[in-house]
Nanobody, 128 residues
């Protein structure tokens, strides 16, 4: 059984920063693909940032240069550092991981259908 628990969401003014964390409980020592997604009510979920089994990262164009994804293997935690937040970053943020340890290319890393396990989400609200 794989469990993901996000934390770190909250309210922040535009231009501010937040750090999201996703603790992963998994009975395996293999490396897995992981990603952050976000969703606004009434809209489709979209990929934000991903990290593959080799530690390679990919970012969506709308967060590139502002967000940083990383994996703390000791703490089994996926991190998302979000800087220079904009109003349009307001969304529910979800972390996800794949069931397979097969490496994913950057083209697939931010595709929702590549992931089998999801956290419950953490809300990020950016205000002016």
């Amino acid at each position: 059984q794989v469990q993901l628990v996000e934390s770190g969401g909250g309210s922040v003014q535009a231009g501010g920063s937040l750090n999201l964390a996703c603790v992963v409980s998994r009975y395996s020592t293999s490396n897995y693909n992981m990603a952050w997604f976000r969703q606004v009510p009434g809209q489709a979920r979209e990929g934000v940032a991903g990290i593959d089994t080799l530690g390679g990262t990919v970012y969506s164009d709308f967060v590139k240069g502002r967000f940083t994804i990383s994996w703390d293997n000791e703490k089994k935690t996926l991190l998302l550092q979000m800087n220079y937040l904009k109003l349009e970053d307001t969304a529910m943020y979800y972390c996800a991981t794949s069931a397979s340890a097969r490496w994913l290319s950057w083209r697939l890393l931010l595709q929702e259908n590549q992931y089998n396990y999801w956290g419950q989400g953490t809300q990020v609200t950016v205000s002016s």
